[in-house]
């Protein structure tokens, strides 16, 4: 697939931004956000990848997946090129919970990966925020600025 058959937007896509909202609202703490964040993230990567016609990235590592993601001719490289530091960032915090026993998910670097995320790319605020709720925008937020890299 090239760069100009992806251009126009998929119909999919508009709600992927409202459906990653919806699946983390129900969550209440922030460790089960973080871990099912990631995985919407990774699941709006590879329907990127696939877009591109990329193959056989299904079983890569999230972190490769973002490799992979950067390598992309896209319409948008602005939009790349803002996107893939948070995708690395979100990705060591979940390694992080995952992996590290005295990681602490209140310790600030969860909250600032969100606050930056809402300064640096527009969305759609589908509720108040609060301090948990900026987190879970986050994640839809940049959903759908990893999806408009292809518009």
Avoid at 24 to 31: A, F, S, T, V
Avoid at 98 to 118: P, Q, R, T, Y
């Amino acid at each position: 697939m090239t760069t100009n058959d992806c251009n126009m937007e998929d119909p999919l896509d508009i709600l992927a931004e409202w459906l990653v909202w919806g699946s983390l609202e129900k969550k209440k703490d922030l460790e089960s956000i973080l871990l099912k964040g990631h995985l919407l993230i990774e699941m709006i990567i590879d329907r990127v990848l696939s877009k591109n016609g990329v193959e056989k990235y299904e079983d890569f590592s999230f972190f490769r997946k973002i490799k992979l993601l950067e390598t992309l001719e896209v319409v948008n490289n602005e939009k790349l090129r803002l996107v893939i530091p948070f995708l690395e960032n979100i990705n060591l915090l979940r390694n992080k919970l995952a992996h590290e026993v005295l990681f602490d998910i209140n310790n600030g670097d969860f909250e600032k990966w969100s606050s930056d995320i809402l300064d640096k790319f527009e969305g759609v605020k589908f509720s108040k925020y609060t301090y948990r709720t900026k987190i879970v925008h986050s994640f839809s937020i940049l959903s759908r600025a990893i999806l408009d890299i292809n518009n």
